[in-house]
Structures are given as C-alpha cells and as structure tokens.
C-alpha cells in the first residue's frame, strides 16, 4: 500500500500517496516502477486518486510542490 490513505474532506473520496525518497539508487526506484504498476492493477492510478512525490536529488524535499499537492488534491 502506499505511504498515506487519506479521506478528502470535501467528498469523503480515497486520495492515496507514494513519497520516494532515495531517488538516487538505482534499484530502489526500479522497485519503484514495479510497485506504481501493482498500485494500477488494484486502481490505485496516478493524477487519479494516487499522488507522488520525490526526494530531490540532495536528499531535500520540494516544500512548495508538497504545499501545492495538499492545497489542490486534498483541501
């Protein structure tokens, strides 16, 4: 399952999220790619009710993209 389940105040709808954080090891963001492929064939689908995000490469977060994420998908 992905990182956070979330019930959308506004229509009671599932909005699930997938945080990958080692963006620079190879086989972690393979398994990624398997994962996000399991994830669809259950209808939990990207831009349609499952969020990503990303480690920058440094390690950091986007802050603002995050921000931006919580403001449009679940506020």
Do not use: C
């Amino acid at each position: 399952m992905p990182d956070f389940t979330i019930k959308r105040p506004r229509d009671g709808r599932l909005i699930f999220w997938e945080h990958f954080g080692m963006v620079n090891d190879d086989r972690y963001m393979e398994g990624n790619r398997k994962k996000l492929t399991e994830y669809e064939s259950v209808g939990i689908v990207p831009w349609e009710n499952l969020i990503i995000t990303y480690n920058q490469r440094d390690g950091g977060i986007n802050e603002k993209l995050i921000d931006a994420m919580i403001h449009g998908w679940l506020l």
